[in-house]
């Protein structure tokens, strides 16, 4: 592998890494307040939709983002109410959740666009673009260096610098606030928390809400930026593999980033090679496609240990009388 396919590959995981780090981030925020949320791939799916289908009407991405995260939002506020409103069982209403959006979606899809349960594609200002960060021109000439920053770190769109960017602001948050301190104890002891006069169900609610928030950012990253509108059921399990990356990383942000480009440049290397000849037999196309998740079954049975869950997560909270 030469230095150009080499940054052509890291590019790509970047690019692939995006929509699970903010859907991983996204599940961390609900799980750390004791919210199990089986449900990203629903949103995520959801919000892609209505992304691309409002940036398709309007000719505007932001309004499409917006749209996107509103529909994630919903969705959101659909589990937590079934989980914390209702002390419903997390694991039913996050599935219930992937089944909605992936028959909703494709089902008003065909009613507005009659495309098959596509989107028009997107064009101009309905997508966002790469930007080119400053200097790119400068050092264009300096070996390593130069290919490095304008074609790896430049040229992205500005969702996946958002993306990168919660990672040091989730962990600050959590860890270096007093709303993090207290989102952390709702996962851990609930009753310490409604003892100190706090409330469990509203500090719950937020976090479910900053969940659906960046699941709409992921799930309009996919549909604006990584690809040019919504196809049926184009997350492709990336939520689950969220939840995987989570787990991996044992509910900690930093350990989160690693996961995701870890699971990124094992669909990036997928996507690259394909029909790999290895003299004997040929690899089919089908076991690259597979690999990134036979990989993640692999990884979390057989490298991260014994991953301990916030102790109060997917148990409803009961107010003591």
């Known amino acids: 592998m030469d230095f150009v396919t080499l940054l052509q590959v890291l590019d790509s995981t970047v690019r692939l890494a995006t929509p699970l780090l903010l859907a991983c981030l996204a599940g961390l925020f609900s799980e750390r307040a004791g919210i199990f ?100 021109e400068a050092i264009a000439g300096i070996p390593l260096i130069g290919p490095i920053y304008g074609e790896l770190i430049s040229g992205h769109s500005i ?86 990356a989570l787990i991996f990383a044992k509910w900690r942000p930093w350990y989160a980033l690693y996961a995701c480009l870890l699971f990124g440049l094992l669909q990036a290397v997928a996507l690259r090679y394909q029909n790999i000849d290895l003299g004997a037999f040929v690899v089919p196309v089908q076991v690259m496609d597979a690999l990134p998740y036979i990989l993640t079954v692999v990884i979390l049975a057989g490298f991260v240990g014994k991953a301990i869950p916030p102790r109060a997560g997917g148990e409803p909270y009961v107010k003591e009388r």
């Not at 892609?48 to 506020?77: P, R, Y």
């Not at 069982?89 to 349960?117: E, P």
């Not at 009753?191 to 409330?199: F, H, L, Q, R």
């Open 37 to 136: 949320d089986i449900g990203l791939e629903g949103k995520m799916l959801a919000a892609a939709f209505f992304s691309a289908a409002v940036a398709a009407i309007t000719g505007d991405v932001w309004l499409g983002l917006g749209a996107g995260v509103l529909a994630s939002l919903a969705l959101s506020l659909l589990h937590g109410l079934a989980s914390i409103t209702f002390r419903g069982n997390q694991l039913i209403s996050g599935v219930a959740i992937n089944f909605l959006a992936a028959g909703l979606t494709v089902l008003i899809a065909q009613d507005w666009f009659s495309q098959g349960g596509r989107t028009p594609s997107l064009i101009g200002e309905g997508r966002f673009e790469g930007i080119t960060l400053p200097g790119v």
């Open 159 to 244: 969702l996946v610098y958002v993306a990168f960017a919660m990672v040091p602001l989730t962990w600050w948050l959590l860890y270096r606030t007093r709303f993090g301190l207290r989102l952390r104890a709702v996962g851990e002891a609930p009753e310490a928390v409604d003892t100190a006069g706090i409330s469990v169900v509203g500090l719950r609610f937020v976090a479910v809400g900053i969940c659906g928030v960046l699941c709409g950012i992921a799930g309009a990253y996919l549909a604006t930026a990584l690809q040019a509108g919504f196809v049926k059921d184009m997350t492709a399990g990336r939520g689950f593999i969220a939840l995987a």
